[in-house]
Nanobody, 121 residues
């Protein structure tokens, strides 16, 4: 079965950096998009960034533009989210998701278990 396993979360001071990883297994993802979402208590899960597995085209939420970079390593079946210039408002549980293109809204097929990112001021 498909598994998405996130890692790399932790606690960092404002202005610091973290790199999240999402190891994907269980199928080929050539016709999929991989994405990172985040969620804080009481709020809806929001999209952070997305990358198309086949061509690497990346898309970002306004909150992530200029600070975060999503990438994928097709040889390792892994997706990364490099987060620089972290702010306290970036504190959330970050989730990896995979969905067959085209994707409507947040209707991704598979989700990871999440990894906590905490940014202190």
């Amino acid at each position: 079965q498909v598994q998405l396993v996130e890692s790399g979360g932790g606690q960092v001071q404002a202005g610091g950096s973290l790199r999240l990883s999402c190891a994907a297994s269980g199928r080929t993802f050539s016709d999929y998009a991989m994405a990172w979402f985040r969620q804080t208590p009481g709020k809806e899960r929001e999209s952070v960034a997305r990358v198309n597995w086949l061509n690497g085209n990346a898309y970002y939420a306004d909150s992530a533009k200029g600070r975060f970079t999503i990438s994928r390593d097709t040889a390792k079946n892994t997706v990364y989210l490099q987060m620089n210039g972290l702010k306290p408002e970036d504190t959330a549980v970050y989730y990896c998701a995979a969905g067959r293109i085209p994707i409507i809204g947040r209707n991704y097929d598979y989700w990871g278990q999440g990894t906590q990112v905490t940014v202190s001021s």
